[in-house]
């Protein structure tokens, strides 16, 4: 597994995934019938998505730590809707600003820019960013006629091609999809996140409702979700996390920890504007 895997995996687990590691598929539908009420026999009613709005702009800041050194920040971004190729988009946006060692350990690029399709809300392009997040170091553009993902590196000039389903998000707006969801206790998500040139298909549901401490905003209420993630049909199971999202109206990501095999890496908000 190279570091830029590991990174963009860890950054994957840290905001969408939940509060226990990977668990069985069928455990989770257990449980979620359990949260739900439902008789044991009977099948689960299907999610039905009725999608609330994101705010105009935010712009959320992130204390970091790794191995309980303080490493510096990640900011998160909705720079609002804009056009992109005659398509009316949401421009999404995360700049990592730490230490030089972090960077080096993780390979991080310092800054990461998607565009979600405002009406199918499905990702149609990422971006990443090196030199202070001035110089475009690649790119992948997401054809839903063709089924593909082209990913280009204006340095080395190298191209991948990968076929991809019919409705597809990455990291970045695959975090504001999850916040637009109106999530009730044992709710059920299902969605194909793209990240390194790979297709992750990703299982969750609402599993508790509890209270995060947060330095500048004091104790929150905050929904905490359990992950299923695959990668070509294999649990990923080497790397877990727990995350904590506000029940507050627009959601956010309140609190984080990655347990990676390199340390762990916490994340906790420190300004929501």
């Not at 990455?170 to 916040?179: A, F, K, N």
């Amino acid at each position: 597994m190279n570091k830029d895997f590991i990174f963009i995996e860890c950054l994957l687990l840290c905001f969408l995934l939940g509060c226990k590691s990977v668990v069985q598929k069928e455990d989770l539908i257990f449980q979620a019938r359990q949260i739900k009420g439902s008789e044991p026999g009977k099948s689960l009613k299907p999610f039905v998505s009725d999608f609330s709005s994101l705010p105009n702009k935010e712009k959320l800041v992130y204390k970091a730590t790794f191995l309980g050194l303080s490493i510096g920040k990640f900011i998160i971004m909705n720079n609002g809707k804009r056009m992109l190729n005659g398509q009316e988009v949401y421009c999404f946006e995360l700049t990592v600003k730490t230490l030089p060692f972090f960077s080096i350990l993780f390979k991080t690029k310092n800054r990461y820019v998607s565009y979600m399709d405002a009406q199918k809300l499905v990702i149609l392009r990422h971006e990443e960013y090196i030199k202070g997040g001035t110089f475009l170091e690649s790119a992948v553009d997401f054809d839903y006629n063709f089924y593909t993902a082209k990913y280009k590196n204006f340095i080395d000039q190298k191209e991948i091609v990968v076929k991809i389903p019919d409705k597809l998000l990455d990291v970045l707006s695959g975090i504001y999809y999850l916040r637009m969801l109106p999530l009730e206790l044992g709710d059920t998500v299902d969605i194909n996140i793209y990240a390194d040139q790979k297709i992750y298909n990703y299982t969750g549901f609402l599993s508790a409702k509890t209270e995060v401490n947060l330095p500048n905003y004091g104790k929150q209420e905050a929904y905490c979700f359990e992950p299923y993630l695959f990668l070509d049909g294999t649990q990923i199971k080497n790397i877990s996390a727990e995350t904590f999202f506000s029940t507050a109206n627009p959601s956010k990501t309140l609190r984080a920890t990655l347990k990676t095999l390199l340390g762990n890496v916490n994340v906790l908000l420190m300004k929501g504007y």
